[in-house]
């Protein structure tokens, strides 16, 4: 049984960080390409960040850097470290890991950011 487990949301404060962390199970992790998603109240789910198995990341231009994405494959685990925070990154964020056709989603966590 695939699980992805988001921690870390919370509410922030503008200008300050948090750190989303996911922990997988259920999959080879080394090989998945692991992203960090999110999506806003009567918006569509976005990516925010991927990396790949073998460490190249991407990011989205809205949070380029600010944000940084990293994985431990001994862990099983990736984070997403989200500085300079913005009241736009308020959002439910989503772990996701992809692996060819397949795609396995966490339950989510919520970031609000105060101005």
């Known amino acids: 049984q695939v699980q992805l487990v988001e921690s870390g949301g919370g509410l922030g404060q503008a200008g300050g960080s948090l750190r989303l962390s996911c922990a997988a199970s259920?999959?080879?992790?080394?090989?998945?390409?692991m992203g960090w998603y999110r999506q806003s109240p009567g918006k569509q789910r976005e990516l925010v960040a991927v990396?790949?198995?073998?460490?190249?990341?991407n990011y989205a231009d809205s949070v380029k850097g600010r944000f940084t994405i990293s994985r431990d494959n001994r862990k099983n685990m990736v984070f997403l470290q989200m500085n300079s925070l913005k009241p736009e990154d308020t959002a439910v964020y989503y772990c996701?890991?992809?692996?060819?056709?397949?795609?396995?989603w966490g339950q989510g966590t919520q970031v609000t950011v105060s101005s």
């Open positions: 996701n890991a992809r692996l060819l056709t397949t795609s396995h």
């Open positions: 259920g999959i080879i992790f080394s090989m998945h390409t």
């Open positions: 990396i790949i198995s073998g460490g190249n990341t």
